[in-house]
């Protein structure tokens, strides 16, 4: 097995989740996948997530996900680290899924704890012992992500005995509300075991989760420019400037995680030249003219690399 990845990090600041890319027809766009990937890099991504929910993991065939996947960590060549959402019901397939992206140069996993529809999850000790077989089958770290979409609820005394107890289990991306106040009682629980305690939902809440703790975060893929504007100011100190910088990019935060979801990602790019398509896999819908009209009028104020990129 690959294990160059293990001894790297602690993972901190940007790594926002890259949109997989498709035609007009929703076929795979490989060659517009690597140019999303090259613009996330240029806009200052410190690493990057695939195949997330913003990656439209969910419309895709185990085929497509190798596919990109291999395109992806072939492309990226280690220029910045790049977790692999592996996410899976079975056990026995999440390992496999991890243990393959190990194999291909990802830094991380991501994975949800298993759930299938609104209904079927699975207890606490059958969780534990979901990560922990993960956890067994590869030597890099595993990033728990902490979502309503799972409906499965994760204590912070549950999430720090899993941080104690299970190897490479260390990351967690934090989703549910309140999001600031689960990470600073999952580090006071956790103690040195919390690696890498990360906001989620575009940042939305990134200045609360980055006073409660947060060392990272995982946003939608459109301007990480932007969200560097907040974080940088911060890490170095100055609480002002990143409070500025909050308060000018969190109206295209809030368009983007209210109006367009995952689909703004593809539109800002599409704008740019990054991409020559925006298309979602049916069944989502198309983004509404006026909806994409909105999203645009917010991110020129803004002028991120992404709108010029391609041009």
């Known amino acids: 097995m690959m294990t160059t990845n293990s001894a790297a990090g602690p993972y901190k600041g940007v790594f926002p989740v890259a949109p997989t890319v498709f035609d007009d027809e929703g076929r795979l766009d490989l060659d517009g996948q690597k140019r999303a990937i090259d613009f996330m890099i240029d806009a200052g991504s410190h690493g990057l997530c695939i195949l997330a929910n913003f990656s439209e993991q969910f419309v895709l065939t185990d085929e497509e996900r190798d596919r990109v996947m291999e395109a992806v960590l072939a492309h990226v060549a280690g220029r910045v680290p790049v977790i692999v959402t592996t996410t899976h019901f079975a056990t026995h397939i999440c390992a496999e899924r991890s243990r393959r992206a190990q194999d291909l140069g990802a830094a991380m996993v991501m994975i949800m704890p298993p759930y299938h529809g609104a209904t079927f999850r699975v207890p606490e000790p059958a969780i534990y012992d979901?990560?922990?077989a993960v956890s067994d089958a590869i030597d890099i770290p595993i990033m728990v992500q902490d979502a309503p979409v799972a409906g499965t609820p994760l204590s912070v005394p549950?999430?720090?005995?899993?941080?104690?107890?299970?190897?490479?289990?260390?990351?967690?991306?934090?989703?549910?509300?309140?999001?600031?106040?689960?990470?600073?009682?999952?580090?006071?629980?956790?103690?040195d075991a919390i690696v890498g305690p990360w906001d989620g939902e575009e940042a939305i809440t990134l200045m609360a989760d980055l006073d409660a703790g947060a060392t990272g975060a995982m946003t939608g893929g459109g301007y990480p420019d932007g969200i560097r504007q907040?974080?940088?100011?911060y890490v170095a100190g100055d609480r002002e400037a990143a409070l500025d910088a909050y308060m000018r990019w969190l109206p295209l935060i809030n368009y983007e995680n209210r109006q367009c979801g995952l689909a703004a990602c593809k539109a800002l790019m599409k704008e740019g030249g990054v991409i020559a398509h925006d298309t979602v896999r049916a069944p989502l819908p198309a983004m509404h003219p006026a909806t994409r009209a909105g999203l645009i009028e917010i991110a020129t104020r803004l002028d991120p690399l992404v709108l010029k990129w391609g041009k």
């Open 130 to 132: 979901f990560y922990r």
């Open 158 to 191: 549950f999430l720090a005995k899993m941080a104690r107890e299970i190897e490479h289990l260390a990351y967690f991306k934090i989703e549910v509300p309140q999001a600031a106040a689960k990470l600073r009682a999952l580090i006071e629980a956790g103690g």
């Open 230 to 233: 907040i974080l940088d100011p």
